[in-house]
C-alpha cells in the first residue's frame, strides 16, 4: 500500500526551527516528484516546496531562503527544514507525491503535522 | 501568476446533483485536478486529467473543462460527500506552476 507518515510538527517560538519528516512506504521517494503543501488553519492549500527525481529543488516565494527541502534515499524519507519560522507559517503541513505526464497532481498525500508559530 | 476563483460554498440536497466550478482565464486549455478534503483529514484526488476518476472514486463524481470554467459534477449527493473542495492547475507558463483554488465547501442539506 502507498502510504506517507508526516512527523515533526509543533510549538516553536517565532524566529525558530523545525523539521518535518514524510516516511514513505510502497514507493520509492527517490524515483518520484515530492512536494510539500500547507494549510494554515481555517485557509485553503499553498504549495510550499518540490523535490524532482532529479534533485533539483524549488519553493514558494513565501518561504524561500528559509526552507530547504531533502530526502534521505536509505531511509525512503522525505524532509522539509524550516528555519526563522514566523507566525504566518502556522499551518498543517502535507507531504504528496507527485504524479503526471505534463500537468502534475498530488496522490497521495500524507495525514499532515501541525506546525505554530507562536510565542 | 495564475488565478483560480471557486465559489466558497455550494449547498444540494440528497439525491441531487451538486456542480462546484473553477474558474480561471483560459482554463480549458489546461489539465485540471480535483480533491476532496473531509474535516481534519487530508485531501484525497478526485479528479485528474479534468474528468479522469481514481481507482475507489465513485462514478458519481465526474469533471469537465471548457472556455474559462472547469467543473466537478456529482451526481446523486450522498451526506458523506459534504466537504471542501478544491481545483488545481498546472501553470507551465509560470515559475511556480503548481496552482490551487480557493476552495468550496460544499453542504448536504
Known amino acids: 500500500e502507498v502510504q506517507l507518515v508526516e512527523s515533526g510538527g509543533g510549538l516553536v517560538q517565532p524566529g525558530g526551527s523545525l523539521r518535518l519528516s514524510c516516511a514513505a512506504s510502497?514507493?520509492?521517494?527517490?524515483?518520484?516528484?515530492m512536494s510539500w503543501v500547507r494549510q494554515a488553519p481555517g485557509k485553503g492549500l499553498e504549495w510550499v516546496s518540490v523535490?524532482?527525481?532529479?534533485?533539483?529543488?524549488y519553493y514558494a516565494d513565501s518561504v524561500k531562503g528559509r526552507f530547504t527541502i531533502s530526502r534521505d534515499n536509505s531511509k525512503n524519507t522525505l524532509y522539509l527544514q524550516m528555519n526563522s519560522l514566523r507566525a504566518e507559517d502556522t499551518a498543517v503541513y502535507y507531504c504528496?507525491?507527485?504524479?503526471?505526464?505534463?500537468?502534475?497532481?498530488?496522490?497521495?498525500w500524507g495525514q499532515g503535522t501541525l506546525v505554530t508559530v507562536s510565542s | 501568476s495564475y488565478v483560480l476563483t471557486q465559489p466558497p460554498s455550494v449547498s444540494v440536497a440528497p439525491g441531487k446533483t451538486a456542480r462546484i466550478t473553477c474558474g480561471g482565464n483560459?482554463?480549458?486549455?489546461?489539465?485540471v485536478h480535483w480533491y476532496q478534503q473531509k474535516p481534519g483529514q487530508a485531501p484525497v484526488l478526485v479528479i485528474y486529467?479534468?474528468?479522469d476518476r481514481p481507482s475507489g472514486i465513485p462514478e458519481r463524481f465526474s469533471g469537465s473543462n471548457s472556455g474559462n470554467t472547469a467543473t466537478l459534477t456529482i451526481s446523486r449527493v450522498e451526506a458523506g460527500d459534504e466537504a471542501d473542495y478544491y481545483c488545481?492547475?498546472?501553470?507551465?507558463?509560470?515559475?511556480?506552476?503548481?496552482?490551487f483554488g480557493g476552495g468550496t465547501k460544499l453542504t448536504v442539506l
Open positions: 488545481q492547475v498546472w501553470d507551465s507558463s509560470s515559475d511556480h506552476p503548481r496552482v
Open positions: 510502497g514507493f520509492t521517494v527517490s524515483s518520484n516528484y
Open positions: 523535490i524532482y527525481s532529479g534533485g533539483s529543488t
Open positions: 504528496a507525491r507527485e504524479d503526471g505526464d505534463y500537468a502534475n497532481w498530488f496522490d497521495p
Open positions: 486529467y479534468d474528468s
Open positions: 483560459n482554463i480549458g486549455s489546461k489539465s
